[in-house]
């Protein structure tokens, strides 16, 4: 065993300690190699419980983090999720291995080009991922038995995300109430009714709106290690 699986396997024992009980979340993380996601200068760090920078001013989420609220979704092998925000790809590979079909947006395209680099290294083929704007959803693919967001939400969720979840669907996203944020759950019971639920505070980069202008595209600090 190298010592990145080894590293892989103290993480997972580490976030059972932490109270993630569902073996099938547990196992997922286990698959995939978050070393992979990470810049080389910070490979030391891919397997702490710890958010990293992936560049463009974003990060690939806490190990915690991931393993809660993909927890808190209660994936079956039968579900069609949406992901907003790719980021690095690792929510999504994570996904990839519970349900039946992944649709992922992101708004920064050389991101989005870099996580599908992953997707096809990795073999995941139950994955589509699109650069553009989260906050509309994917109204050609939806309902979503799942909908999942990765970047906070400024208040109330868009209501086009809980519009785009089928009714008994839920949708897992940080929203932020002042200063701070929490991760809130929606399970939708009817047309315009939700049981909603916070489940822990958090701490997202933003959800903003329409595609990343190039502008906001200029810095590339970070080199990938794998890809
Ligand atoms: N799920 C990612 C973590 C992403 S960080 C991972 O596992 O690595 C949040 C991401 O949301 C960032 O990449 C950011 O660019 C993206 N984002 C923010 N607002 C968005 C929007 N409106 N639509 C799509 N992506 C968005």
Redesign the pocket.
């Known amino acids: 065993m190298n010592s990145a699986d080894t590293r892989k396997i103290r993480l997972v024992m580490h976030l059972r300690s932490m109270g993630i009980s569902d073996t099938n979340v547990l196992a997922a993380m286990e698959k995939v190699p978050r070393d992979a996601?990470i810049p080389a200068q910070m490979q030391d760090q891919a397997y702490e419980d710890i958010a990293v920078p992936?560049g463009?001013g974003?990060?690939?989420?806490q190990p915690f983090v991931?393993a809660t609220m993909t927890q808190a979704l209660e994936v079956s092998d039968r579900d069609k999720v949406l992901?907003?925000?790719?980021?690095?790809?690792?929510?999504?590979c994570v996904l990839a291995h519970l349900c039946r079909r992944v649709y992922s947006?992101?708004?920064?395209k050389p991101?989005l080009l870099q996580a599908e680099k992953m997707f096809d290294f990795l073999k995941l083929r139950n994955i589509t991922a699109i650069a553009?704007?989260?906050?509309k959803g994917w109204p050609g693919q939806a309902p979503f038995d799942k909908i999942i967001c990765?970047?906070c939400a400024p208040g109330d969720p868009p209501a086009a995300l809980l519009d785009q979840l089928k009714i008994g669907g839920i949708m897992v996203i940080p929203v932020a109430t002042g200063e701070q944020q929490v991760l809130r759950r929606y399970k939708k019971e009817g047309e315009d009714t939700f049981a909603v639920k916070d489940l822990m505070p958090v701490r997202?980069?933003?959800?903003?709106?329409n595609l990343?202008p190039a502008s906001e595209n200029a810095d590339d600090e970070y080199g990938f290690a794998a890809g």
């Open positions: 996601f992936i463009r974003q990060t690939i989420s991931v992901e907003i925000g790719t980021g690095s790809g690792y929510q999504c947006i992101e708004r920064h991101l553009g704007d989260g906050m990765t970047a997202f980069v933003p959800l903003l709106p990343a």
